[in-house]
């Protein structure tokens, strides 16, 4: 019973290079979604997924961030030009059908990124 | 907006002993109820949910939280902790209708510290 897992668990990066953050969601989750965790803070939503589409991006913080889900599962967060400031924990987490604030979120154990 | 505040970061106790940790509430609109922990190295698990119903929600590990709406409360208590609850704690919202469902407001998270 494999639950969430993300890849890598730790990435350290220099300022300004691109970074592909990867999340394997529970199998058959429609829903997933992307957190970010900064340090002395509660996970901020960042995106959500139905399926293959991004139902809500209204989380991420500019353009340099993207997230994709091409075949409904897997999904890669992406951050372009990576400063500083984004040096967090990426969590992400999947629930069976999404759409709804009942559906419980399953977190996997995140990713945490270090931008020098 | 949402927003949830863990009024401590820190809450140290010895085992055995009680322990509530609290969390308020503030939203225009009506909100789900949640607690998760953090284990050290590990993705956040829920720990229990206010839906709807009865206002005393009984979750994992012994745990349980009282809604309270006129005082906009979601109060977590444990008559008697274990050394294996130290942790870190997140209180977290979610809306009933509107466009963001299924996104979560985290607070800032108490740690749980339990000494021997």
């Known amino acids: 019973g494999a639950g969430v897992s993300q890849t890598p668990s730790n990435k350290v990066t220099e300022k300004g290079k691109y970074v592909e953050l990867r999340c394997d969601p529970i199998?058959?989750?429609?829903?997933l979604y992307w957190y970010r965790q900064s340090l002395g803070q509660g996970p901020e939503f960042l995106i959500y997924?139905?399926?293959?589409?991004?139902?809500?991006d209204s989380g991420l913080p500019n353009d340099r961030f993207f997230a994709v889900r091409p075949e409904g599962s897997v999904s890669t967060l992406k951050i372009q030009r990576t400063e500083r400031g984004d040096s967090a924990v990426y969590l992400c987490?999947?629930?069976?059908?999404?759409?709804?604030?009942?559906?419980?979120?399953?977190f996997g154990p995140g990713t945490r990124l270090t931008v020098l | 907006a949402q927003s949830v505040t863990q009024l401590d970061s820190q809450v140290p106790v010895f085992e055995e002993a009680p322990v509530e940790l609290r969390c308020n509430y503030s939203?225009?609109?009506?909100?789900?109820l949640f607690w998760y922990v953090q284990y050290p190295n590990q993705g956040l698990q829920l720990l229990l949910k206010?839906?709807?119903?009865?206002?005393l929600v009984k979750g994992i590990n012994g745990f349980e939280a009282e809604f309270n709406k006129s005082q906009t409360s979601f109060h977590l208590r444990k008559p008697s902790v274990h050394i294996s609850d130290t942790a870190e704690y997140f209180c977290?919202?979610?809306?009933?209708?509107?466009?963001?469902?299924?996104?979560?407001?985290f607070g800032r998270g108490t740690q749980l510290t339990v000494w021997p």
């Open positions: 987490a999947s629930s069976l059908i999404g759409g709804t604030s009942t559906d419980t979120q399953y």
């Open positions: 199998s058959g989750h429609t829903a």
């Open positions: 997924f139905q399926g293959t589409g991004a139902a809500d």
């Open positions: 939203s225009s609109v009506s909100v789900y």
């Open positions: 206010y839906l709807s119903g009865s206002t």
């Open positions: 977290a919202v979610s809306r009933y209708r509107g466009s963001t469902l299924g996104r979560l407001y």
